[in-house]
């Protein structure tokens, strides 16, 4: 027993020397945006020919003023709230509360039968099932709309550096190039161009535009606009090279997930084949089904085989996310 109590220790610590790693990486790729935007602001500067305003860090970071003593579990609530309007969920968010409760209900039910416990483990399958559906629904949803977004933001910039180099004013080039355009950026295009018309100013537009799309390229594209608008420098050839440099990026991302390939399927592998094989002893071997979830030998057999499972499944997604 105290074997097994120092393992966990010595887990415990390992996951969460990756974790703090994590964070510091993350601080160091977003030290390294701010940079880069900085220098797309100097060479703005260098370009036009007055004196700009300061821009507002709302169109970089979307923050929003906020006096209480929880401001990242508020900040995250307005980001969900905002993506889930982004994606369409929020005109049927009860209908999918509801199928998604009734499910993990069923699910939870069908395992708390084998244990003496039923209804506890009632209450807690289903807050479980409930909690791991949701958040795995909403980020699969919101990675696939991120990279839609990924992937039609450089042409589009190519598109509105070409009419503005053609004579066209940035605010009259929306319209043109969602003509020309397919996927989720187009209704934000028009979207810009709907409040243009209505006399809202272009900044302003922006700022909210920068707001309702949670993609750090577009925040770039619109303090580009908003610079050149204020500077008057050669935005054409700035929107140009901001896109050639999403499509390197582009390329660099797809070269890090052929190298990391082999480790994200075996993430995948290892996390499907738990619950397929918990499926297959349901159904073939109700025997030994119920005795890791009633004995007390095999629920600690249960308990110690999925923090393995989850404790390699954490440290193979950090590697992963760092090599990313």
């Not at 700009?52 to 508020?74: C, M, N, P, R």
Request: charged share 20%; proline share 3%; with cysteine.
């Amino acid at each position: 027993m105290l074997n097994l109590f120092t393992l966990l220790i010595f887990l415990f610590v390992f996951i969460f020397v990756y974790v703090m790693r994590a964070f510091s990486l993350k601080r160091i790729r977003t030290e390294a945006i701010e940079d880069r935007l900085q220098q797309l602001k100097q060479q703005v500067e260098r370009e036009g020919p007055d004196q700009i305003q300061e821009v507002d860090e709302s169109v970089v970071l979307a923050t929003e003023a906020y006096s209480g003593h929880f401001q990242k579990l508020w900040k995250l609530r307005r980001d969900v709230s905002r993506n889930l309007d982004v994606l369409g969920w929020k005109k049927n968010l009860r209908q999918r509360i509801l199928i998604v409760f009734a499910a993990s209900v069923v699910g939870a039910a069908l395992v708390a039968r084998m244990t003496p416990y039923p209804l506890m483990a009632i209450l807690f399958g289903t807050m479980l099932l409930f909690v791991a559906i949701s958040v795995i629904s909403y980020q699969k949803t919101m990675n696939n709309y991120l990279e839609e977004l990924g992937k039609s933001l450089p042409e589009a910039i190519d598109a509105i550096a070409r009419i503005c180099r053609s004579g066209v004013p940035a605010q009259s080039s929306f319209s043109i190039a969602a003509e020309n355009l397919r996927g989720p950026l187009v209704g934000e295009l028009l979207a810009l161009d709907h409040w243009l018309r209505l006399g809202v100013p272009l900044r302003q537009a922006l700022q909210e535009s920068a707001q309702r799309v949670p993609l750090r390229e577009y925040r770039f594209f619109a303090v580009i606009l908003i610079i050149s608008q204020e500077s008057g420098g050669r935005l054409a050839d700035t929107l140009e090279g901001l896109a050639a440099t999403l499509r390197s990026r582009a390329e660099l991302a797809l070269k890090v997930q052929a190298k990391t390939s082999e480790a994200r399927a075996s993430i995948k592998i290892v996390a499907t084949l738990v619950p397929g094989v918990l499926a297959y002893m349901y159904l073939n071997a109700p025997k030994d089904f119920y005795f890791l979830f009633s004995d007390p030998a095999g629920v600690k057999v249960l308990l110690y085989s999925a923090i393995s499972v989850l404790t390699g499944l954490g440290v193979t997604y950090a590697m992963v996310r760092r090599v990313q």
